[in-house]
């Protein structure tokens, strides 16, 4: 290749995507969990161990394909 030629353009990775759709769930995540909704001690501690399950399970899901 010559420096006259122009350089193919950068695609991105599988792994890239699949990075920032991971970082934008957990942003509504996190905004969904901060958010007004005021819940019990209890109820946060519930929804924290049921994201941790969504979250161990897609990233099983991930690793697998």
Do not use: I, N
């Not at 819940?39 to 399950?53: M, P, Y």
């Amino acid at each position: 290749m010559t420096s006259a030629e122009p350089l193919p353009p950068a695609q991105p990775r599988g792994r890239e995507v699949k990075a920032s759709v991971l970082a934008a769930f957990q942003l509504v995540e996190d905004a969904r969990y901060l958010g007004t909704d005021r819940r019990s001690r209890h109820g946060r501690r519930r929804a924290l161990a049921e994201r941790t399950v969504a979250y161990r399970k897609l990233a099983r899901d991930l690793r697998v394909s």
